[in-house]
């Protein structure tokens, strides 16, 4: 049973324009939301976290989205860069802090 | 400000040899500790948890196990490796459980 689920393996995207990455879970004890970077051979970062009482936060270029009633979270990046190429995990916690992960999206972002 | 580390970067080992993995923090205290383990090709899988020493929770029956000897030292252990361990482990600490968790940069295990 996969809690948390990425739908798309991959996306790609032109540099400047906007990137969407989606997340979806199951779970509605989960109340604590995080998005991660992570590059080949190397641990994930983190990038940027949203609690289950707003529906937005906002760091940068990053912008995290959520929508509670559909159990849904979006990362959205403007502008993409090509630095931003890497694999995206979706993470989703409860207050026991344990994080479930999505599959990941692989983002290639084209000069 | 908090570093973690995980050692050996890389591991090539028998079927059948022990494994000794260990992760170590610095600049924090009582961190919750964390192994993952990525396969090839999928996401990241919770593997065990710690909130402190020598409490250590299971989350999926395997052939590894953890140990917590000292407060920011977390160690993944198997006696007999399988195949199936292969992949890439990651240990992550968290102060606190809500707050984001960091990752160290990982080991990269393949068994032959």
């Known amino acids: 049973d996969q809690q948390v689920k990425q739908n798309s393996p991959s996306l790609s995207v032109q540099e400047g324009r906007i990137s969407i990455l989606n997340c979806d879970y199951t779970?509605?004890?989960?109340?604590?939301f995080l998005w991660y970077k992570k590059y080949p051979a190397e641990g994930p970062t983190f990038l940027i976290s949203i609690s289950s009482i707003k529906d937005k936060n906002e760091d940068g270029r990053f912008t995290v989205f959520l929508n509670k009633s559909a159990k849904h979270l979006s990362l959205h990046i403007v502008p993409s860069q090509p630095g931003d190429s890497a694999v995206y995990f979706c993470a989703a916690s409860t207050s026991y802090g344990k994080l479930t992960f999505g599959q990941g999206t692989i983002l290639t972002v084209h000069p | 400000s908090q570093t973690i580390h995980q050692w050996p970067a890389t591991l090539v080992q028998p079927v059948g040899s022990p494994l000794s993995l260990e992760c170590t923090v610095e600049?924090?205290?009582?961190?919750?500790l964390y192994w993952y383990r990525q396969a090839a090709g999928r996401g990241l899988q919770l593997l065990f948890y710690?909130?402190?020493?020598?409490?250590i929770s299971s989350e999926v029956p395997q052939n590894l196990s953890a140990s917590r000897p000292q407060d920011r030292q977390f160690i993944l252990s198997s006696k007999k490796l399988l195949l199936s361990d292969s992949g890439f482990y990651l240990c992550a600490w968290q102060q606190g459980a809500y707050n984001e968790q960091f990752f160290g940069p990982g080991t990269r295990l393949t068994v032959l």
């Open positions: 710690s909130v402190g020493i020598g409490q």
């Open positions: 779970n509605s004890m989960f109340d604590y």
């Open positions: 600049g924090t205290s009582n961190p919750n």
